[in-house]
């Protein structure tokens, strides 16, 4: 997909992921809606605290495969995860927290925030997927 725009990113998946940063900027529950990665609130139509929509990136010639990025800074790292929270959007460059299974025993929350970033060029994604909004401390 080549970009003529100046300005911003002219791309579905840059779009969704604007919404995504703003819901969990704002954190914000209105009316329900269909369960898309676009809808207008994190989580239910209820008073628990969410924010983040846990999304999963897919590359244009990934075999259908996800990205998977490294949980730690540290070279010698060798765990992935493919489950990441949207951190930042300037026109198609997107730049994302890796989060990180939760292993406490009982945990409330599936995903813990890692001190993991990247950038990604969204004209590079063919797919986002969405998982259920969750509350990640982030770091």
């Given at each position: ?52 929509r846990p999304i999963v990136l897919y ?76 509350y990640v401390d982030v770091i």
């Open positions: 997909m080549f970009n003529n725009s100046q300005d911003g990113c002219e791309n579905c998946i840059a779009e969704t992921l604007k919404v995504i940063l703003l819901l969990q900027q704002n954190a914000c529950k209105n009316d329900s809606c269909l369960e898309t990665c676009d809808r207008c609130f994190l989580g239910q139509p209820v008073n628990a605290y969410l924010n983040t590359c244009c010639n990934g075999n259908n495969s996800p990205i998977s990025m490294p949980v730690s800074k540290s070279p010698t790292e060798e765990e992935t995860s493919s489950i990441f929270r949207i951190e930042k959007l300037d026109g198609c460059c997107a730049t994302c927290r890796v989060l990180a299974p939760n292993t406490e025993e009982e945990p409330t929350f599936p995903f813990v925030a890692t001190n993991s970033f990247f950038t990604v060029n969204l004209d590079c994604i063919m797919c986002l997927r969405c998982l259920d909004d969750t």
